[in-house]
């Protein structure tokens, strides 16, 4: 058994053979909002953060991030209630279609707007270049990182 800190809650966790830590999180968390895609770290489904960084949970050992911060999809939201600013622009600007490889999308788009509030289109770019929209949804994905960006630094100097 191993702990990890999710959402900044503690579960304990079997991790017998080096369970990925999606698996951990899904199966035995019951935090389903992160997606299993491809497996092999291509496509971004999986994408939680630890420590505040973006990271595959596809390939990465569960018990290599004991003790680390680790943030899904379901920890975003401020107080646990209102939408984070991302999620509103994507509301807003329509970005999902199929909506499969949007909480991966959405966890790459906060970290790039906790790291840097105001990307520019080439920053926003290679933040995002390790996600892949199945559906294409390339140019709202972007239109809602930028509108994000902006409510972002609205708020910020309020």
């Known amino acids: 058994m191993i702990k990890l800190n999710i959402n900044d809650k503690d579960y304990e966790v079997d991790e017998s053979q080096g369970m990925p830590?999606?698996?951990a999180i899904r199966e035995q968390c019951k935090?389903?909002?992160t997606k299993f895609g491809c497996g092999i770290s291509q496509c971004g489904a999986c994408t939680v953060h630890v420590d505040g960084k973006p990271t595959r949970s596809c390939i990465t050992p569960a018990a290599t991030v004991e003790g680390k911060k680790i943030r899904t999809i379901e920890?975003?939201?401020p107080d646990g209630n209102t939408l984070h600013e991302v999620q509103k622009a994507w509301i807003e600007m329509q970005t999902p279609q199929c909506g499969y490889c949007q909480s991966g999308q959405i966890m790459?788009?906060?970290a790039l707007l906790e790291e840097n509030p105001s990307p520019s289109d080439e920053e926003i770019d290679a933040a995002m270049s390790g996600n892949i929209c199945r559906c294409g949804m390339y140019g709202r994905i972007k239109a809602a990182i930028k509108k994000a960006s902006v409510e972002i630094q609205k708020s910020s100097t309020l």
């Open 21 to 23: 830590l999606l698996w």
């Open 31 to 33: 935090l389903t909002g």
């Open 75 to 77: 920890g975003i939201q």
């Open 108 to 110: 790459s788009a906060v």
